[in-house]
């Protein structure tokens, strides 16, 4: 199926997210999803690292080269949000100094009646960070679809904005070579 673009986003944070029936993730796990947006069809793909500490001088090299970054913590455990100042530094260290790689920091398990994190004091991080915020919950994927949307709209406006170099494989974002005409593009 063709797309008009390619978004890589990646997957950071403390681990435990909730998956039924899978194990944790090992160094780093990919999936991808296709999307509309302005009616483009774009492509997302999207590398989950699940906070393996183990794994991390291998997952800092797939913080290159993305236009996007999910930062997990989970709202019922204040050690995972006490963690994203650091997750935030090697995000930023890592992708480099001109980097335009946008990162919505995200309150998981929203779902749940215990927090340790209030909303409140995540959308006050994201405000002094300059990020995008959003609670969610895995398990009943609540905002989830809307994350990546919210995300994708913002990657797609600075396209059109010029604010990506889409010759440069860092940015995060590609454009097929084939098949797509300069109208396809825009």
């Known amino acids: 199926m063709s797309y ?3 978004f890589k986003y990646i997957l950071v944070g403390d681990g435990s997210r909730f ?3 899978q ?3 090992i160094g ?3 999936g991808s999803r296709t999307i509309s947006i302005n009616d483009r069809r774009i492509k ?5 690292t699940a906070g393996q500490e183990r794994f991390r001088s291998i997952t800092r090299s797939y913080f290159r080269g993305a236009c996007g970054a999910l930062l997990v ?3 019922s455990r204040r050690d995972t949000f006490d963690h994203v100042a650091n997750w935030l530094e ?3 260290d890592c992708s480099g100094a001109e980097s335009t790689m ?3 920091l995200i309150g998981n398990k929203c779902d749940l009646k215990c927090r340790e994190v209030s909303y409140e004091e995540g959308a006050k991080l994201t405000r002094d960070q300059g990020l995008i915020f959003q609670e969610t919950s895995a398990k009943s994927a609540q905002n989830v679809e809307n994350v990546f949307i919210e995300m994708s709209r913002i990657v797609y406006e600075n396209i059109q904005n010029n604010v990506y170099d889409l010759s440069s494989n860092n940015c995060g974002v590609q454009v097929p070579r084939l098949g797509l005409t300069k109208s396809h593009q825009r």
Request: charged fraction near 20%; glycine fraction near 0%.
């Open 4 to 6: 008009a673009y390619l």
């Open 19 to 21: 998956q039924i029936d």
């Open 23 to 25: 194990p944790t993730t």
């Open 28 to 30: 780093v796990e990919f």
């Open 44 to 48: 997302l793909q999207i590398w989950d």
């Open 73 to 75: 913590y989970d709202i």
């Open 90 to 92: 090697m995000l930023r």
């Open 102 to 104: 946008m990162i919505t």
